[in-house]
């Protein structure tokens, strides 16, 4: 008598739960979740950097809803008819919950509104995107499993040992509702779980970027370029796995497009990008003025190259820290 071993991922039984009126999504905890460990993770890189804490809560203040708002739009542009047409409600568009955040526009918007913030402080922006970069992309991957509460983002049907089931789900009513309804148990396709590749790829590329940062000794801006193209590889590749309803541009998913061009336009700023990290001084100058211009770095702040304090700083420039003349005082 042989014995078959289901090996299939289930998908949640249901995305939603009520606490009395309030609906409370699994989407939305998983996006909330990924922003504050990168809101934890970027204070701790900025700081150790040379920044100023409070520049990186100011940056989530700018950053956090224009990403969401860039995230929707860029959803709703290429999944217009999703949402506008005959028997459509263009209303859902705005209803975010429901899922569809696209992080390419998540991403753009939100680094214009960083940039815009950086510039207006006259503060550089480079060492604040290297700081946030690796943060990102762990929330991206945390924020993937919202898409399995959600049962999207899937790819085509399989056999292999880890396809994903898709459950047919419905309302109390008994109507057919898979975004908020609860499982019947009945499996409607076994597909590819697209979801969990791209997630294990942002994984892989978070644990890239923080090796390539030290070893490289990478700055200016390079490690945010190596995650844009880090991101867009692997993104290009799942988007050719993924059969949900898309627009196309001559065979091909937008997404793919979008992914191929990131790519190739962020490879190309990493290598021209100025190699080396920044000092202390050069992430935020209000914070630790140039010591070599008559300032002081601030006291014990180590050097973004893991160098020494401000007083080995002031030794290397002028020698006479122990008589606590400056550097251009010698």
């Known amino acids: 008598m042989e014995t078959t071993i289901l090996a299939n991922i289930p998908s949640p039984p249901q995305g939603v739960w009520h606490l009395g009126p309030v609906p409370i999504r699994a989407y939305s905890l998983c996006i909330i979740t990924g922003i504050l460990v990168a809101l934890w993770l970027t204070l701790r890189r900025y ?8 520049v990186v809560w100011d940056a989530a203040i700018v950053m956090i809803p224009a990403g969401i708002v860039g995230g929707r739009l860029y959803h709703v542009i290429t999944d217009y008819d999703k949402y506008f047409g005959p028997g459509r409600d263009p209303w ?4 975010v919950s429901a899922g569809g955040l696209g992080i390419l526009g998540a991403v753009a918007l939100g680094f214009a509104a960083v940039w815009a913030l ?25 924020g993937r499993l919202g898409n399995w509460f959600n049962q999207e983002l899937y790819g085509r049907p399989t056999d292999v040992p880890w396809a994903l089931d898709i459950y047919y789900r419905v309302d109390e009513a008994g109507n057919y509702a898979p975004l908020t309804g609860r499982s019947t148990g009945e499996i409607v ?27 490289w000794r990478l700055g200016h801006g390079r490690v945010f370029a190596l995650y844009l193209a880090g991101y867009a590889f692997g993104r290009f590749f799942v988007e050719l796995m993924r059969a949900d309803e898309a627009n196309h541009i001559l065979g091909l998913r937008v997404n793919t497009w ?18 080396g990290q920044e000092d202390p001084h050069e992430v935020d100058p209000r914070r630790n003025p140039d010591p070599r211009r008559g300032g002081a770095l601030t006291a014990g702040l180590p050097s973004a190259t893991g160098s020494a304090p401000a007083g080995e700083h002031a030794k290397r420039y002028g020698g006479e820290a122990d008589r606590g003349a400056a550097p251009h005082e010698k």
């Open 118 to 142: 950086f510039k207006y402080k006259k503060i550089p922006l480079a060492p604040f995107a290297d700081a946030v970069a690796p943060g990102i992309i762990l929330a991206q991957a945390i």
């Open 258 to 275: 979008v992914s191929a061009i990131l790519f190739i336009a962020a490879l190309i700023v990493f290598l021209r990008l100025p190699r």
């Open 92 to 95: 859902q568009a705005f209803n």
């Open 47 to 54: 700081k150790a950097k040379g920044g100023d804490p409070d």
């Open 189 to 215: 396709a076994s597909v590819h779980p697209t979801f969990l590749y791209e997630l294990l790829w942002n994984l892989a590329v978070f644990a890239f970027l923080l090796w390539a940062e030290k070893r």
